[in-house]
T-cell receptor, first 111, second 113 residues
Framework: QQPVQSPQAVILREGEDAVINCSSS?????VHWYRQKHGEAPVFLMI?????EQKGHEKISASFNEKKQQSSLYLTASQLSYSGTYFC????????????FGAGTRLFVKA | EAQVTQNPRYLITVTGKKLTVTCSQN?????MSWYRQDPGLGLRQIYY???????DKGDVPEGYKVSRKEKRNFPLILESPSPNQTSLYFC????????????FGSGTRLTVV
């Protein structure tokens, strides 16, 4: 039931864009996105609850497709501070309280 | 400052010696959870608690115990640690559990020799 994240890793130059995908075989109640820097705790970025929802600000945003089985995280005009590992966390169905995380996408932004 | 506090940050112990990792949050969150993080596997849920005295198993509960006697505290107990429990552990809390984001503690790096 672990969601599949892609790509596993990506290297960018400052100013370039990136897309990280998170896919599930089942319809999801919600999708969370987190960023973890090396040696630190994951930090919550945003949560999407509705099919077709798009969220975030101009530089970091996310979408949740209509079928609620896929979410994408968009990083625009990347900065050095964007480096880290990005995780999606998925909740399946209502009434449950389990959030299952993907294996993560390692993002490295170089000058 | 709103936060989740875990202690200790680092712990080296021997096989079979009982240990407790403490977790406390000051945000009045109902939901708390423990995860372990291993390379290439992401974050795997050990146990979670929806409120005081209400706990349930996550995906990898074997070898662990938890309790939730107070809303703010959610300790993780390893009664007989084994080397395969060497990992990085995170405690997390959220307002309601479902449909709300998590705040993570700083992590506890546990080594069992």
């Amino acid at each position: 039931q672990q969601p599949v994240q892609s790509p596993q890793a990506v290297i960018l130059r400052e100013g370039e864009d990136a897309v990280i995908n998170c896919s599930s075989s089942k319809a999801l109640y919600s999708v969370h996105w987190y960023r973890q820097k090396h040696g630190e705790a994951p930090v919550f970025l945003m949560i999407l609850l509705k099919g077709g929802e798009q969220k975030g600000h101009e530089k970091i945003s996310a979408s949740f497709n209509e079928k609620k089985q896929q979410s994408s995280l968009y990083l625009t005009a990347s900065q050095l501070s964007y480096s880290g590992t990005y995780f999606c966390g998925t909740e399946i169905g209502t009434g449950g309280f389990k959030t299952i995380f993907g294996a993560g996408t390692r993002l490295f932004v170089k000058a | 400052e709103a936060q989740v506090t875990q202690n200790p940050r680092y712990l080296i112990t021997v096989t079979g010696k009982k240990l407790t990792v403490t977790c406390s949050q000051n945000m009045n969150h109902e939901y708390m959870s423990w995860y372990r993080q291993d390379p290439g596997l992401g974050l795997r849920q050990i146990y979670y608690s929806m409120n005081v005295e209400v706990t349930d198993k996550g995906d990898v509960p074997e070898g662990y115990k938890v309790s939730r006697k107070e809303k703010r505290n959610f300790p993780l107990i390893l009664e007989s640690p084994s080397p395969n429990q060497t990992s990085l552990y995170f405690c997390a809390s959220s307002l309601k559990g479902q449909g709300t984001g998590y705040t993570f503690g700083s992590g506890t790096r546990l080594t069992v020799v």
